[in-house]
């Protein structure tokens, strides 16, 4: 009896010691196989194609951000300072601020109501103030004092209404905030 040699690759794989139906199956596994692992490479190119553009963006992003810094800088430092309690309304009320922007823009308040409240580390100060018969260019010089304060006044709200002789009733809701004294 005769020995099969030993081989010492391993054993040969003989193709026709298969079925034209297992050879065809052996196939279709394989193809399969291809097609699957393709789909899972381009899922993950996408994947990877998606987060480099994200990067991208935020580069850009951060150009912008780094060519403004010494502007927003210097915006902050000038708004941290405006914060300072000391500095905010120098001794002087709310009310007596708007009054004396009113009298100098030659309107008389009818009506001057503050308000004072605490949120957080913030005193919320506001004013609600009425003229009546108020011409416009008055109103508007009135106005543009109130944006050109050096600390921060907001006009939360104005009711405008038609008032005699090409005159308005107007009544302005004013507020500013400071950080409360640490006590």
Not at 71 to 96: D, M, Y
Not at 107 to 127: D, M, Y
Request: hydrophobic residues 40%; proline residues 2%.
């Amino acid at each position: 009896m005769k020995k099969p040699k030993n081989n010492s690759a391993g054993m040969r794989l003989n193709l026709k010691s298969f079925s034209v139906r297992e050879l065809a199956l052996a196939g279709i596994t394989l193809w399969v196989a291809a097609i699957l692992t393709g789909l899972f490479a381009f899922k993950e190119f996408r994947a990877l194609r998606e987060k480099s553009d994200d990067l991208e963006k935020q580069c850009a992003l951060q150009d912008i951000t780094l060519e403004i810094r010494e502007t927003v800088e210097a915006r902050l430092a000038e708004h941290v300072k405006r914060l300072e309690s000391a500095e905010s309304l120098e001794g002087s009320t709310l009310q007596g601020l708007v009054d004396t922007l009113a009298r100098a823009s030659m309107l008389r308040a009818e009506n001057i109501t503050p308000k004072t409240e605490n949120k957080g580390a913030f005193q919320i100060l506001s004013v609600k103030m009425s003229f009546r018969d108020a011409p416009m260019d008055r109103l508007l010089v009135f106005d543009d004092r109130l944006r050109t304060q050096k600390i921060p006044l907001a006009i939360t709200g104005i009711r405008i209404e038609v008032g005699n002789r090409d005159s308005l009733n107007v009544t302005y809701d004013i507020a500013t905030y400071h950080l409360r004294d640490k006590k």
